[in-house]
Nanobody, 125 residues
């Protein structure tokens, strides 16, 4: 079972950018589909974006298309989330998640079963 550790969060002004990282260990990273989620105070966890095991296919929630970019480096066992044009409403704890995938392709949002501890992103206005 892979273990996940997020990093790269912090306090940033509106309009700024951040790149979050999620480092995986303890498993064969290239066999896992990966996703990013976030949870704002008082709200449910929200799906943001996903990438398949090969990195060849991605998908995004409509709310983040154009500002968020997911990528992965299987040689470094890491998945990234680039966030541009940050808004105060992006303030949340950001989580990466993993799901073992036999085949390439995006997995259902409900299928993710391994989670990191999260990294806080705070956007000031």
């Amino acid at each position: 079972q892979v273990q996940l550790v997020e990093s790269g969060g912090g306090l940033v002004q509106a309009g700024g950018s951040l790149r979050l990282s999620c480092a995986a260990s303890g498993g064969s990273f290239s066999t896992y589909a990966m996703g990013w989620f976030r949870q704002a105070p008082g709200k449910e966890r929200e799906f943001l974006t996903a990438i398949d095991r090969s990195g060849g296919t991605t998908n995004y929630a409509d709310s983040v298309k154009g500002r968020f970019t997911i990528s992965r480096n299987n040689a470094k066992n890491t998945v990234y989330l680039q966030i541009n044009s940050l808004k105060p409403e992006d303030t949340a704890v950001y989580y990466c998640a993993a799901k073992y995938a036999v085949l390439s392709g995006i997995v259902p949002v409900s299928a993710y079963n391994t989670w990191g501890q999260g990294t806080q992103v705070t956007v000031s206005s």
